[in-house]
């Protein structure tokens, strides 16, 4: 225990470490021998405890994108030209112009190991960090979604880390005041150990209102502002998010943050009132790696230098020293730079919103970051040395065991073929936890704080309404499948894309930006690491193709426990625009007597499927092709047709195929429909071809409707008819909505209580 | 002229600029309030908005009670001023002993956000005089800690002097005492609902318009004099 009454040990200095060397537990701290050597000539002396504690995180895996960087340099290589783009990749997060003077931030990132060692504050954590990236452009974030991976819903562990994550999101957000819009949530046993949780936050702001996380100007005063600093989180990037799990993993709870919600809702509205009254002169997040983070990025952002007095931070616990203090990620804090002027006004809105303030620091001309405490110099360092970190080359390989994975085709697999075999298929995939209805989870969200939800959960996409006058808003989707991603990195990881750009389509917006998510096992393993090349690869040359520039994002490394990796997953987040948000479409069939079309072409695509994986447990083959021409051609016929109000409904087809988009269309409309079908039944309904939706057409636009198709040149067909209280595919089956309903609705519920 | 109603924003209010856009497309004028300050600005009525004030810390409600400008709502309300307490504005209006009863845990354990019927008990308040006695509507429930709760003798009372002013009409939601969605005081001015009726003013944002009803009847009621 660390009590008040032990005297304070002497804290090592540059002095101390200029004079004296001795050893240093840097391996401990997650530094490899090669990168303390490193640390030691940058410095030419050995490191003074503190300034290890500053390396040890700041090059850490999680914070210096070490063995990434060379990869997701594509994604600005291979940027398509747009004029959207107001602050891109490098930044806290991208920020894209929506026209009407508003600009909109978003990014997504991964919060997956300290949900697993402590889900409700690992989950509830990852929403606080997402929104004060957001909150750092200087947009007020306006919602957040969730893409959440588990092990198997019958899981035991599963049973503790679900409602676990769930409840933490829900607290988190919910206090926060951010509307809860949409996401994702899968089952797959190579996730068991490793849950992946990657949190979404948008924000909007008006275009003068960009802040820049940036320190210049010599004298200006270094503020930092939010929570105290406490013991908690300390390394959390270092020794949690950059190392797999071996066992023990209960003892790294510590490394895992505790959120305070109330605070942060006080944080957002301090921030954008300090912004607004232009007394921002930098401005950034404390996240992972907290105070390191901040100062060394915003120092060497600013080509200056600064000077901070680390005994001027208030803490929760007196007792910490200053390498602690430098590591600790407590939450709800920011850091800003503003004039020597404006500080008074500063403190003052500070106060306002009983938000703890304290100048602790100034910019300087000298260009080092120089940390003392308590008068003793501790940290003297040139603050890009720690921002940048080592670039890693390592050695990436395609494994062969993924030859036998291709040759493992499921055309083997016996398939239903009669009507009652294919009724039961389709209830079998209804009811399997993947594809169930999720509102045991969204219940447990807030989704209609600040009356501008125009869609949210089960909705392809959520829409958030940005003007109350003009109806312009955003659409947003995340979409992932790590089994298609598992057959071929490369198509999955454009597969993701496709989905996530269908998703957004669907409802009538026009896809402009993708963040992304990029959760992987080891790097350190060159099958891994082959697996990232190619998802990067893929991700890059497919945004290419589209016309949508990456603006931001995260890697998510070391997802693995010893030898045991996740498939790779690259969760991909589209955004779209869409100039009025009453013109959006909905999913549900509402009506009777309407259309019903299926926009693309189906083949017999069962690699990695949710029938392959639901009926026979069986992953293997190829993936789906992603064909993103078609995907273009389906996106701009939906926006087309949404503008002109041909459609009464769109719904994307994925998991499960054609007949699990009709169910839920039926669900969430309550409205049934008659279908016929011409061709293998069994491939048109459960087949996972990509570029595909299903639309009802708006009563007496059918002719208007099949011409603008013909000019997009999108393949449509007339399957039947909206109507009735069942979903009957002529000469095949027929199921009762009220069955549909029970199938889909009783899973979670009687999985979790 | 219009009326003029004061929307309270504690630390931790969340659905305060909810609450603004339906008063004013109600018809009526929104006038920020803010917890710490004095006077109540002249307004004809005041919204305590949803929300996690002061983050639920001790108890929902139990914090913001104390707040500064309680100090001029509470005599102000004992004198007539329509006041209408939305979630954890309700919770607040029990802390402060406005209305009777208390919020407490939902059965479930679990926050809950889903739209349901509710039964309008009591047309007879400024809140809900354009509603019809006995009127189904649809609004959104949101609440972590929505069940009501209070002894049985003072179920009673508030049963026999038609004090209950909604009901949840499609099943209990939350555990709340004889499905009460919300209450009134002994005079009726004051009226507190766990439901959001400011979520319910527009189909494009919510389940529809029927929660548009309680600002429009209480600014009908200032008008009216």
Known sequence: ?753 | MTARVGIVTFPGSLDDRDAARAVNRAGGEAVPLWHADRGLRGVDAVVLPGGFSYGDYLRCGAIARFARIMVDLVPAAGAGLPVLGICNGFQILCEAHLLPGALMRNAGLRFIDRRLRVRIEDSGTPWTSGYQPGQEITLVLKSGEGAYFADQATLDTLEKQGQVVARYADGDPNGSARLIAGVRNEAGNVVGIMPHPEHAIDPLTGPGDDGLGFFTSAIRHVVAG
């Open chain 1, 1 to 753: 225990m660390r009590g008040s009454t032990q005297p304070r040990p002497a804290p090592d200095t540059v002095a101390a470490a200029a004079a004296a060397d001795r050893p240093q537990p840097y391996a401990e701290l997650g530094l490899t021998g090669e990168e303390y050597q490193r640390i030691r000539e940058l410095l030419g002396r050995r490191p003074s405890d503190s300034e290890l504690a500053i390396y040890s995180v700041m090059w850490s895996e999680h914070c210096s994108y070490k063995s990434s960087r060379v990869y997701l340099r594509q994604f600005a290589e291979k940027a398509p030209a747009t004029a959207s783009l107001l602050a891109g990749i490098g930044q806290n997060a991208g920020v894209v112009d929506i026209g009407q003077g508003y600009a909109v931030t978003f990014k997504i990132e991964s919060h997956n190991h300290p949900s697993y060692v402590e889900p409700f504050q690992g989950a509830a954590t990852g929403v606080g960090g997402i929104v004060r990236d957001i909150l750092a452009m200087g947009a007020r974030p306006v919602a957040v979604m969730d893409a959440l991976r588990f092990g198997p819903a019958d899981a035991p562990d599963t049973a503790r880390v679900l409602p676990g994550v769930v409840a933490g999101i829900s607290f988190y957000g919910n206090c926060l005041g951010l509307p809860n819009i949409g996401g994702e949530l899968d089952f797959d046993p190579c996730y068991a150990g490793n849950p992946l949780v990657n949190a979404l936050c948008v924000g909007v702001m008006r275009h003068g209102d960009l802040q820049s996380a940036i320190a210049r100007g010599e004298g200006n005063q270094v503020i930092l502002f939010g929570s105290r600093t406490g013991p908690d989180g300390i390394g959390g990037a270092s020794v949690l998010a950059s190392a797999s799990f071996g066992g023990g993993e209960s003892a790294k709870r510590p490394s895992v943050q505790v959120g305070d919600p109330f605070m942060e809702k006080l944080l957002v509205e301090c921030c954008l009132e300090l912004g607004a009254a232009g007394l921002l002169a930098g401005l950034g997040d404390l996240g992972a790696a907290g105070l390191s983070c901040a100062t060394a990025e915003l120092a060497a952002a600013g080509r200056a230098g600064m000077r901070i007095r680390l005994d001027a931070v208030p803490l929760r616990d007196p007792a910490l020293g200053p390498a602690e203090i430098l590591m600790s990620e407590s939450q709800e804090r920011m850091m800003a730079v503003a004039a020597p002027a404006d500080v008074e006004r500063f403190l003052a809105i500070c106060a306002r919103w009983d938000v703890p303030a304290t100048v602790i620091g100034e910019v300087t001309a000298t260009g080092r970051l120089q940390i003392s405490w308590h008068g003793e110099l501790v940290v003297d360092i040139a603050p890009e040395t720690a921002a940048e970190g080592p670039v890693y080359h390592r050695p990436a390989a395609r494994p062969a065991s993924q030859d036998a994975l291709a040759a493992d085709d499921p055309s083997r697999l016996p398939r239903p073929s009669s009507g009652p075999e294919l009724r039961a298929t389709l209830l079998d995939l209804l009811a399997s936890p993947g594809l169930a209805d999720k509102t045991w989870v969204t219940q447990q969200y807030d989704r209609h704080v600040r009356g501008d939800t125009v869609l949210a959960m089960p909705a392809d996409a959520g829409v958030i309404r940005v003007d109350e006058q003009t109806g312009l808003g955003v659409a947003l989707a995340t979409d992932g499948n790590g089994r298609f991603s598992r057959l071929d990195p490369y198509a999955g990881a454009q597969l993701a894309l496709a989905e996530a750009y269908r998703n957004v389509a669907a409802t009538g917006a026009r896809p402009v930006a993708v963040t992304d998510c990029l959760n992987f096992g080891s790097p350190e393993d060159p099958a891994v690491m082959w697996q990232f090349a190619e998802a990067v690869r893929g991700l890059a040359d497919g945004c290419q193709f589209l016309g949508i520039p990456v603006t931001g994002g995260n890697v998510s490394f070391y997802n693995q426990t010893q030898d045991a990796a996740i498939h790779p997953t690259p969760v991909v987040g589209v955004l779209g625009v869409l100039d009025d948000v009453r013109r959006r479409l909905p999913m549900g069939f509402a009506q009777p007597g309407l259309p019903v079309v299926l926009l693309g072409t189906t083949t017999a695509d069962f690699g990695g499927s949710a029938w392959a994986q639901v009926a026979h447990g069986h992953l293997g083959g190829r993936p789906p092709s992603a064909d993103l021409a078609a995907e273009r051609a389906a996106a701009s016929l939906l926006a087309a047709a949404a503008r002109a109000g041909l459609l009464a409904a769109a719904h994307d087809l994925s998991d499960g195929g054609l007949a699990i988009a009709l169910a839920e269309c039926c669900l969430a409309g309550g409205t049934g429909c008659r279908v016929g079908l011409t061709g293998d039944p069994f491939t048109l309904l459960f087949s996972e071809s990509a570029g595909r939706l299903v639309v009802a057409v708006a009563a007496g636009a059918e002719v208007e409707f099949a011409v603008l198709c013909e000019q997009h040149a999108v393949p449509a067909t007339v399957l039947g008819q909206t109507g009735g209280d069942r979903l009957e595919v002529a000469g095949q089956f027929a199921v009762p909505l009220a069955e549909l309903a029970e199938t889909h609705r009783r899973v979670l519920p009687a999985q979790f209580g």
